[in-house]
């Protein structure tokens, strides 16, 4: 498994590629980034195509991906630590641990707050038309 070196390619699923991921080892160097120190979060595309894309995230305590829409439906399963993830605008809150999956559709108003430093996998299917 290599490093994450940036800028990273990731893997071009319409390439009929395979790839794999230490998703830890990559946690663990996300949270080292610049960015991370600086935002308390970094991110990073692992593969995409025009149906899906997977990102993995790591947010340190305190730290919110504010509330958006995401282009299609969407999966969002924490790996690490403890969440909040909140919907209809701010109506709606599901506590995540490690192991949770929240599932949405697309065009739903959310937000991930990070109660404790944590690492989430998140799934975008693609955009209407594969656009």
């Known amino acids: ?8 390619r990731p893997v071009d ?8 991921f230490d998703l830890n080892a990559l946690a663990e160097q996300l949270s ?3 960015q991370f120190e600086e ?20 947010l340190r305590k305190g730290t919110e991906l504010r509330e958006h829409r995401a282009p299609a ?14 919907s209809e605008p701010g109506s ?16 739903l108003d959310h937000a991930l707050v990070a109660d404790e430093d944590c690492v989430c996998l998140i799934v975008i299917g693609g955009r209407a038309g594969g656009k």
Do not use: C, N, Y
């Open 1 to 8: 498994m290599e490093p994450l070196t940036r800028p990273f």
């Open 92 to 107: 709606k809150r599901t506590e995540m641990a490690p192991g949770t999956l929240v599932a949405f559709s697309a065009e």
């Open 32 to 34: 080292k980034e610049p």
């Open 39 to 58: 935002e308390g979060r970094a991110g990073v595309t692992l593969a995409r195509d025009a149906q899906v894309s997977v990102v993995l995230a790591a």
């Open 73 to 86: 439906s969407a999966l969002v399963t924490l790996l690490s630590g403890r969440a909040t993830f909140v």
């Open 13 to 20: 699923l319409d390439a009929k590629a395979i790839g794999s």
